[in-house]
């Protein structure tokens, strides 16, 4: 019979501003989330009177300045979590962060351990001493990484400088091995030093490999290197005796090459390789090595397929060894696994519709729910568990602001009880709208899910709408708060707008045959699951069909620039952030070219009939009649600049729309937005354009 065990549970708040993968990362272990949040909670607003008050409102301000919690990690024990804390967006030249320390088991214990200075971050902790070990740019400001050490007790001016790397080369990842000896890092080196001039290049060739390296720490900190080829080392996990490492190896260091065959090779510490195991393409995250010899992986239920539900794998360390499916994949996804540190046990994160549920595995591969999240509280990607020698496990999610911390036991499912922090307290000053789920049949009889939200102390009654597609496709939206500058829901409704958010066909949490339509599939069966979204608003006497706009990012701001290109659409207007125009040129231009050209159906090099154009609405640029503003990052390599340079030069020459359409670029950003001043443009845009045309 198995001893009682206690699983605690320790959920760090993530900031406002967090990505969309971010927010809410502890809060999926609550089970009755009105026992543990504050009356501040964004969720239960919906008493208050609606205010003409502008400063309850979410500014643009208010997000640019936000901080951002990430790289969550929890002690052995379990009774501490660091963490890093920074803003979201930059203000100066390169991005700043601090580490915070929190007592599990002490509320608002959080506490700053860094100044914030640098760029500190991916904090761990050492096993088997009070050492945190982090990576920061201390050497040179907004340059590559070293690996430094602190010591839980000691104050920053004594953190010690573990790699004394020049200035072309940092580290890219590392992990202690678990008995505390040696870390593991990969190392990569600069193409071009400062101050010399960029060098012509043949593409794709002439690289300089990422490298991997191990330290003992029982020496004076000196580094071997383990493995050095003519190909990149990509994530690695230690074996749980410390005598090997796990590793995969990527023939370019960029996202195209995640789309073909990927090696997996194990090295000893002693340099003695074997074992290669060849996925179909990157999995998902780390291998998970297991005491009992086995190794756990996400793949999707089917490998072979771009847009597929994420499930659980398990291989042998053996050559030739096939991969079995485990778990999930039919009615949900995995998000990630998390290894436990003793047991073979691990934790999965699964989305599952609008709520994640956290199941334990032990060694014989039987789960259990640990945490789970309702519809009135979410999370994001942002948690960590372990399990401690006395068979206790604790783990860190966050919400909104703050960290939390629960435990439970052994087959029980647990709720959160300790707040650790209170970060970002502005947030507690606002009437933050009301986030409900909305439920609806697609044109096909699927049931299908999103989220709405709206104004707190509103009559829901005739509002005026926008509806807001989520990006990915693989993603979904869920009743977490979550604000950046392209995440609108909570934002626009705090400014007086009915929001929709619809997990179309594409999204994740619905397994598998929910995934699979978007193969191909970009314009079809996903748009008219929005449609009926907005109908089934109209039917309900909640949404003014009079005054509808629609807007979104990246594949969000596709299904923008598809809405608004029906022949019969009625949208008053719309906005288009990062958006795919022309499918062909996409798969053609993007750094995910076989990614973007499995979702168009095809590519311009793919033999027989272009299907990519089925889905572009470039080719339909004739049934714009609603003003269309076009917001897009100069230097945008997944949905680049020519897209939406694209849309505007059709409508303006095919166009029906007495008002032409507008084009912002801003320059040196990529497709994920870092300057806090831009973030802030894009949000002030966004509101004045939808203030103009949907009053």
């Known amino acids: 019979m198995r001893p009682p065990s206690l699983f605690f549970l320790h959920i760090c708040a993530l900031p406002l501003s967090l990505w969309t993968q971010s927010l809410f990362a502890l809060s999926p272990l609550i089970n009755n989330p009105q026992q543990v949040l504050s009356t501040s909670s964004p969720l239960h607003h919906d008493c208050i009177a609606p205010s003409n008050d502008t400063s309850t409102r979410i500014n643009p301000e208010d997000i640019g300045s936000a901080d951002r919690i990430e790289g969550l990690r929890l002690s052995k024990d379990g009774a501490r979590v660091v963490y890093a804390v920074g803003p979201s967006y930059n203000s100066g030249e390169h991005s700043t962060s601090a580490l915070w320390l929190a007592d599990t088991f002490v509320e608002e214990s ?99 490999y990422v490298t991997l390296h191990l330290m003992d720490l029982r020496a004076p900190y000196h580094m071997r290197t383990l493995v050095s080829t003519d190909a990149h080392v990509d994530s690695f996990s230690w074996s749980p005796d410390s005598s090997a490492i796990v590793y995969r190896l990527l023939s370019h260091r960029d996202f195209e090459s995640r789309s073909f065959p990927v090696e997996e090779r194990i090295i000893s510490v002693s340099g003695e390789a074997s074992d290669t195991f060849t996925y179909t393409r990157m999995p998902t995250g780390p291998t998970i090595w297991r005491e009992r010899g086995d190794l756990v992986f996400v793949q999707a239920l089917e490998p072979s397929k771009i847009s597929s539900a994420n499930c659980v794998w398990s291989r042998r360390p053996i050559r030739r060894a096939s991969a079995s499916h485990l778990a999930y994949g039919s009615t949900n996804d995995v998000d990630r696994v998390v290894d436990l540190g003793a047991k073979s046990q691990y934790v999965v994160g699964v989305a599952e519709g609008l709520i994640t549920k956290f199941d334990v595995y032990d060694e014989h591969n039987t789960s259990f729910t640990a945490f789970r999240t309702t519809l009135e509280f979410s999370t994001g990607s942002e948690w960590d568990m372990t399990l401690t020698r006395t068979e206790n496990i604790s783990a860190v999610l966050g919400e909104q602001e703050n960290l939390w911390s629960g435990v439970t036991e052994f087959g029980k499912e647990g709720v959160l009880s300790k707040k650790l922090s209170s970060h970002n307290p502005w ?28 104004p707190a102390g509103v009559e829901l009654k005739r509002l005026k709408t926008v509806v807001v597609a989520h990006g990915g496709p693989s993603s979904r939206d869920t009743l977490s708060v979550n604000l950046s500058y392209g995440n609108w829901r909570l934002f626009l409704a705090s400014h007086g707008y009915l929001v929709l958010s619809p997990n179309y066909r594409g999204s994740t949490g619905r397994g598998n045959d929910f995934a699979l339509p978007a193969n191909g599939g970009v314009g079809t069966i996903d ?32 299904q923008a620039a598809w809405g608004c290109t029906r022949p019969d659409n009625k949208f008053k207007a719309c906005v288009v952030g990062a958006g795919i125009s022309d499918w062909g040129f996409m798969a053609a231009s993007s750094d995910m070219p076989d990614f973007e050209a499995a979702l168009a159906g095809s590519a311009p090099w793919t033999p027989g009939d272009p299907l990519y154009l089925k889905g572009s609405p470039i080719k339909d640029v004739k049934n714009v009649k609603a003003p269309v503003l076009i917001l897009h990052g100069k230097e945008d390599a997944r949905v680049p600049l020519t897209q939406a340079i694209a849309l505007l030069r059709g409508i303006e020459r095919e166009g029906q729309a007495s008002i032409q359409p507008t084009l912002v670029v801003y320059p040196r950003e990529g497709h994920g937005f870092k300057e806090r001043a831009h973030a802030e443009d894009v949000l002030r845009r966004l509101i004045e354009y939808l203030d103009l045309y949907l009053k």
């Open 110 to 208: 959080a506490r700053q351990i860094t100044s914030g200075a640098y760029h500190d971050h991916s904090p761990s902790f050492h096993p088997t001493s009070s050492k945190i070990f982090f990576l920061s740019d201390r050497f040179v400001p907004g340059g590559l990484n070293n690996l430094y050490s602190l010591s839980i007790s000691a104050s920053e001016e004594e953190d010690v400088r573990i790699t004394d790397l020049e200035d072309d080369r940092g580290i890219v990842s590392y992990s202690i091995s678990p008995d505390g000896n040696f870390i593991a890092f990969t190392l990569e080196t600069k193409k071009v030093k400062k101050g010399e001039k960029e060098p012509i290049i043949v593409w794709r060739q002439d690289e300089i």
């Open 427 to 454: 947030f507690n000053s606002k009437v933050v709208p009301v986030t409900e789920p909305f439920f609806w049949t697609g044109s096909d009889g699927v049931k299908l899910e999103g989220v709405m939200t709206y």
């Open 527 to 558: 748009w008219e699951d929005i449609d009926t979204m907005i109908d089934a608003g109209v039917l309900r006497g909640i949404v003014d069909p009079e005054r509808v706009a629609i807007g979104g990012w990246s594949q969000g701001g596709f």
